[in-house]
């Protein structure tokens, strides 16, 4: 495809009986395959229709999850180039100085490549019953994300101590050392699709990344997000050419067609409940061969997509042949 520069990126499946190995393995090859930037889900555990979903070994009765920047920390240590993050931490369950030290010693780790994944904590209200958190309605919940930040851009920009009374956050001269690689900061996606989100990233955010690629979000519907928040980012009077549109998408990719679909209409149909899928989800699919899963990335890249991120389920049936065909064929195809 002429004239476009597509950045490709994967989430680590870090559930769903996944080794530690194994996920160091898929890091291995997602870099080696040309992949730029490698997510990690961000939460106490997934429903369980997402993980029963993701393959046949999934135990559904110990719904597994490794701790995100834990995992995070070892992938920078055996990688040298791609970028790294959340996928989307909902920030509501850190306390911001603590993430921001987290953060600040991965992008060291890692000599610079972190990329922060910001989110205001939906659909976690199973999660945060289950560990008797506080799930309070979504306008609590995006302002508190909005003050996380702001905070954590303070501990890491200020050269001093840093002392900051907000509503739901505080800290008095607080050390705030070591400062991250990049500078004022790491890179701040954020995940969502509803009007707040699209508001706060046309006026704050480095990159916007929403689910429902390849399903319930339409390339119309990008297009149409994208351009709410470009204009966001003029009217704040920033350049909206350097936002990054990103998307994470369910990608189902096999040897044939047949193969993928069966596997891609199993899940869809754990995922909802057992529901068929419907015309819009058909229609947006990004299913079959790697041709097939090329044309389906080419209508959201003509959106206005610039940065893919394929999520892991359904799981491949051979992984080193799934990243082959990404490196050999859907990549350079990209980036030619």
Not at 130 to 145: E, H, I, K, S, T
């Amino acid at each position: 495809m002429k004239n476009v520069k597509v950045g490709f990126g994967i989430q680590l499946p870090t559930w769903a009986n996944f080794s530690y190995e194994e996920n160091i393995e898929y890091a291995k090859l997602a870099e080696d395959a040309g992949f730029d930037y490698i997510c990690v889900p961000d939460h106490f555990f997934l429903h369980v229709e997402r993980w029963t979903a993701t393959w046949d070994k999934a135990d559904p009765t110990r719904p597994d999850m490794f701790d995100p920047y834990t995992i995070l920390a070892a992938v920078a240590a055996v990688t040298k180039k791609v970028r790294l993050g959340p996928g989307f931490t909902p920030l509501v369950y850190y306390n911001p100085g603590r993430l921001a030290r987290i953060i600040a010693t991965i992008d060291q780790i890692s000599n610079g490549r972190f990329l922060m994944g910001a989110g205001a904590a939906a659909n976690r209200d199973e999660e945060a019953k289950a560990y008797d958190l506080p799930y309070y309605g979504f306008n609590v919940r995006f302002r508190m994300m909005q003050e996380s930040i702001r905070l954590m851009k303070k501990l890491w920009t200020v050269d001093g101590p840093v002392t900051f009374k907000g509503k739901y956050y505080k800290v008095d001269n607080a050390p705030a050392w070591p400062k991250p690689v990049q500078k004022p900061y790491p890179p701040i996606w954020y995940g969502g699709s509803g009007s707040k989100i699209i508001e706060e990233v046309g006026k704050n955010g480095d990159g916007w990344g929403p689910g429902g690629i390849g399903t319930r979000m339409s390339p119309a519907l990008y297009t149409e997000n994208m351009n709410q928040i470009k204009a966001f980012a003029k009217q704040a009077g920033r350049d909206p050419e350097k936002i990054v549109f990103c998307g994470h998408a369910v990608m189902s990719m096999e040897k044939t067609y047949d193969r993928a679909f069966e596997k891609f209409n199993a899940q869809m149909k754990i995922s909802s409940g057992g529901k068929d899928l419907t015309d819009e989800e058909l229609k947006n699919s990004i299913v079959g061969t790697s041709d097939d899963c090329i044309a389906g990335i080419e209508r959201y890249v003509k959106a206005g997509l610039n940065h893919f991120v394929s999520n892991p389920y359904p799981h491949p049936d051979n992984l080193k042949d799934w990243f082959t065909e990404f490196k050999e064929k859907i990549i350079p195809y990209f980036n030619t």
